[in-house]
């Protein structure tokens, strides 16, 4: 049911029902209020019945998950995006009630009863097709995994725990968004920065000395790391990155604490076995040995690597008469931004000339538009929740039947969630009279704002990161299930980033590159020589800059793979950090797990499925896009439906070997790398 205050908005150049995020604290309270009482009753009358089926009893939970879907996802999402802070902290107010709701609704043995029911009812089981069968059994195995097995006490104590867990997760998420760093320098200090950097930016007093704002946004970090010269200053400004949110630890200390007693509360020794249940890995085991190999495999490139950067700062030490003292972690990007300029001529300030945003945008949405057979408008005067935002509807590129919406959310702000995501905001899904609901998908980043003087210009590695995050939204838009628990991106957890990874490809294709590359004055295209160069590039650092995957991987699994409740998050994130990622951390006390969003956000124990997924993606690039070509549309159309469309109503396996022809490996995936296979 549609509450008053999230009805559809109609408009005269938008197809479809939009949604209306222009909501106050009032208003987000009414919607919570709605939601959790519709919730109850729905959840009330399925309890009731007497003689429990398919119709009676799955039907209306999953059509109460299908049409509230929507309004759960605009007020929860709402604390990521929403310029008023009141409003954003409605929204995190009301996500700590749903979640409330949601484990309390998950704890009900009398809703379990029927749906338990109607699971081990063969002749029922039979009745229904595929889709509905795997939502069984979904359903089923979620109320088990939430303890309807376990006697009464333990329920109660199990339901306790997820409650805290999905709070501390709220708070932890609203302490990175809200908690930006900054720090004064001046232009002597950020010696290397480009012109570029300093137009338009803050400036402020301190001792006496006008000094320019550096906080700890990406836009602002990330250039000072690779290209600051002077290592007191990238000392200095990773410092303020790594030692803010300390309220943090605590948070993510104690998050560990209760996953651990969770999953043996269920009958599991550690939470990551817990979690792997579910996933195509299975079992820690089974990651363990994965990140063990590519870690041996990653060290041998990064020897090279390492000598390399080694005798640069040995160099850059001798020049300015002090001592060598190693290798340390504010060294990896300045470092290895210069190896890559040194041995390729490639210089982000020259690319980025060439990557306008305009031009990037336009590029990227008809490589996507003409791979997945597909047509993009954008609506004029769209309801959006701020300015810099921009909304799509998408067609079939062939006739006028409509699939969906997506959004734009581009540039960084004030309390705006500070990295690159996107966000299912609406699933696809069948009504019982036949017709469907369309899909919504939000892409939330940070990119570079325009200056005073030029548009907003990408990195390559932006540019690459745009590709990466469309491919979670046409995941999204692409799927057609019937059910929106089963819609897009809802497949298992180590396979949900390969159709992304995929797509990153083709931001090394010159063929591509050359499309939407073009001068920001001149409308020139990039030079051939500037993207052979790039593309030769690639992999320059490969062995360290994914030995930073398998650290944050191993990291995840310290933590969540371990029956010791005590361990410490500081001194387990700086232990390894150092040992796998091979630079020093130094002295000075810092706690970067802090800001590691990904382990409240979904990531626990799931970290790993970065690397693992993207064997599958170079499997399918190289299988299928690299020998039919990038641009043949019926290879585009069979990774649309085989790939895209199944969602999670069907084994990622399953859809991996349509598309493959057979079983995959990593062979693609270690040539892509710069490795050998056995």
């Known amino acids: 049911m549609v509450s ?21 604290p009032d208003e987000i309270s009414s919607i919570v209020d709605s939601l959790i009482h519709e919730g109850k009753k729905i959840q009330d009358a399925v309890a009731a019945q007497t ?44 996500e700590e009630r749903l979640n409330d709701f949601e484990v309390e609704s998950n704890m009900r043995e009398d809703v379990y009863k029927v749906v338990r029911a109607v699971f081990d009812n063969k002749s029922e089981m039979a009745r229904v097709g595929p889709e509905d069968r795997r939502l069984v059994e979904k359903m089923e195995l979620q109320y088990r995994r939430n303890g309807l097995a376990l006697n009464r006490e333990d329920r109660r104590r199990l339901g306790d725990i997820n409650k805290e867990i999905l709070d501390i997760g709220v708070h932890f998420s609203r302490n990175i968004n809200e908690g930006d760093g900054r720090i004064l320098l001046t232009r002597d200090e950020l010696e290397g920065l480009p012109d570029s950097y300093f137009e338009g930016r803050e400036t402020g007093a301190e001792d ?94 990064a ?3 390492i000598a390399e950067i080694e005798s640069l700062k040995k160099a850059d030490k001798s020049a300015a008469g002090e001592t060598y003292t190693g290798l340390y972690i504010w060294d990896f990007r300045y470092y290895s931004n210069l190896v890559k300029e040194r041995k ?48 799509y509807e998408v067609w079939e590129a062939t ?33 019982s009279d036949g017709s469907h609901e369309y899909p919504v998908a939000a892409m939330v980043a940070n990119f570079p704002k325009p200056t005073p003087s030029t548009p907003a210009l ?16 046409f995941h999204s838009i692409c799927s057609v299930t019937k059910w929106g628990r089963l819609h897009g991106t809802s497949t298992e957890h180590d396979f949900v980033e390969a159709p992304s990874q995929m797509l990153e490809n083709w931001g090394w294709e010159p063929s591509v590159l050359r499309r939407f590359a073009v001068h920001y004055q001149t409308g020139e295209p990039i030079p051939e020589g500037l993207v052979k160069r790039l593309v030769a590039a690639k992999n320059e650092g490969a062995g360290l800059s994914n030995l930073r995957q398998v650290f944050f991987g191993l990291f995840d699994m310290a933590i969540h793979n371990t029956t010791d409740s005590n361990v410490d998050i ?59 070509g990038v641009r043949n549309a019926q290879t585009g159309l069979d990774y649309r439906h085989e790939i895209l469309q199944p969602g999670g109503s069907r084994d990622a396996s399953v859809s991996l070997e349509r598309f493959l022809g057979r079983k995959p490996n990593n062979e693609a995936f270690l040539r892509s790398i710069g490795l050998r296979s056995d």
């Not at 906080?215 to 970090?221: G, I, R, W």
């Not at 702000?413 to 696809?428: D, L, S, T």
Request: glycine letters at 4%; a neutral charge; one cysteine or more.
């Open 208 to 301: 006496g000395v006008e000094k320019y704002v550096v906080t700890t946004k990406y836009p602002d970090l990330v250039p000072a790391m690779q290209l600051a010269k002077r290592e007191d200053t990238r000392r200095r400004l990773l410092h303020v990155e790594e030692t803010r949110c300390p309220e943090n630890i605590p948070l993510l200390q104690r998050a560990a604490r209760l996953r651990l007693q969770a999953a043996q509360l269920l009958g599991y020794k550690t939470h990551a076995e817990f979690v792997l249940e579910e996933n195509m890995a299975k079992t820690p085991q089974a990651v363990a040995v994965f990140e063990a190999d590519l870690r041996k495999r990653l060290n041998a490139l």
């Open 51 to 94: 003689n429990p089926t398919f119709d009676n009893v799955i039907v209306p939970l999953a059509t109460r998950e299908n049409e509230q879907s929507a309004q759960y996802l605009v007020v929860t999402f709402l604390q990521n995006i929403s310029t008023d802070k009141s409003v954003r902290d409605a929204s995190t107010f009301a």
């Open 399 to 431: 006739e006028a039947t409509f699939v969906g919406h997506f959004y734009l959310d581009l540039y960084p702000r004030e309390g705006k969630y500070n990295h690159a995501a996107v966000w299912p905001i609406r699933p696809r899904f069948e009504r």
């Open 4 to 24: 008053s205050e999230l009805k559809a908005l109609q408009s005269h150049s938008a197809k479809g029902t939009v949604l209306n995020f222009n909501l106050g």
């Open 303 to 305: 020897d090279n690597e």
């Open 458 to 473: 990408l990195k390559h590695s932006d540019a690459v990161t745009f590709l990466h995050e469309l491919g979670h939204v």
């Open 570 to 628: 500081k001194a387990v994130y700086s232990r390894l950090r150092e040992d796998v990622a091979r630079f020093k951390n130094g002295d000075a006390d810092s706690w970067g797990a802090a800001t590691f969003g990904h382990m409240m956000g979904g990531y626990d124990a799931r970290y790993y499925g970065y690397l693992w997924s993207l064997v599958y993606s170079a499997d399918m690039y190289a299988t299928r896009f690299q020998k039919e």
């Open 344 to 391: 390729h001529n490639i210089k982000d300030e020259e690319v980025k000339k060439y990557l306008p945003m305009t031009e990037v945008t336009r590029g990227v949405l008809n490589i996507y538009q003409e791979m997945l057979s597909l047509r993009f408008v954008k609506v004029a005067n769209a309801p959006v929740w701020h300015p810099d935002v921009e909304m």
